[in-house]
């Protein structure tokens, strides 16, 4: 290989190469007793090895949107992730045992009948209003062994996922059946 004044010359496989200082690479065809660009995809001998064109790839630099967005959103799945696994959704027992308590004292309003049975809301309204229907004088917990409804009064369950033995409310009537 031989350089002078920025132009490589090298034979490689009996073919004549010449690369100037901008980079342009050219062949000798000795038929044509002249020199040829070299064009990638053309008709050519192989070129040699360490010659074969470069492109510069542009590269995004280090903190473009592209890169900081799945950053930030990866966080943020991680940071959430974390916080579900330190606070746990809560007892589902004690917040049905919380909401039965609270119950107590509260009227309900019936809303239609199911089975023959009468159906009453699961959210109280005001004793004095016209819609209310029962009033609940007792909460008891339904675990095996536990007391009935006083007399006089009828027991109704409100359901809640993932309670098994939800409490039971003891209503009495506001108005004389009639």
């Given at each position: 290989?031989?350089?002078?004044?920025?132009?490589?010359?090298?034979?490689?496989?009996?073919?004549?190469?010449?690369?100037?200082?901008?980079?342009?690479?050219?062949?000798?065809?000795?038929?044509?007793?002249?020199?040829?660009?070299?064009?990638?995809?053309?008709?050519?001998?192989?070129?040699?090895?360490?010659w074969g064109p470069h492109p510069r790839v542009e590269r995004p630099g280090r903190w473009t949107r592209?890169?900081?967005?799945?950053?930030?959103?990866?966080?943020?799945?991680?940071?959430?992730?974390?916080?579900?696994?330190?606070?746990?959704?809560?007892?589902?027992?004690?917040?049905?045992?919380?909401?039965?308590?609270?119950?107590?004292?509260?009227?309900?309003?019936?809303?239609?009948?199911?089975?023959?049975?009468?159906?009453?809301?699961?959210?109280?309204?005001?004793?004095?209003?016209?819609?209310?229907a029962v009033k609940v004088v007792a909460v008891i917990p339904t675990t095996p062994g536990?007391?009935?409804?006083?007399?006089?009064?009828?027991?109704?369950?409100?359901?809640?996922?993932?309670?098994?033995?939800?409490?039971?409310?003891?209503?009495?009537?506001?108005?004389?059946?009639?």
């Open positions: 290989m031989t350089e002078t004044s920025g132009v490589s010359e090298i034979t490689h496989r009996g073919v004549k190469w010449r690369r100037d200082e901008t980079g342009r690479i050219s062949f000798y065809d000795s038929d044509g007793k002249r020199w040829v660009g070299w064009v990638h995809g053309v008709d050519a001998p192989p070129l040699p090895p360490g592209w890169r900081l967005i799945p950053v930030v959103l990866t966080v943020v799945a991680v940071a959430i992730a974390i916080i579900q696994v330190i606070r746990p959704p809560g007892d589902p027992v004690a917040k049905e045992a919380k909401a039965s308590a609270g119950m107590l004292g509260e009227c309900l309003a019936q809303q239609g009948s199911a089975g023959g049975h009468p159906r009453y809301s699961s959210t109280a309204v005001a004793c004095g209003s016209r819609t209310a536990s007391p009935l409804c006083p007399a006089g009064t009828t027991g109704m369950e409100l359901l809640y996922n993932g309670v098994r033995y939800p409490h039971v409310e003891c209503t009495r009537p506001l108005r004389p059946a009639g």
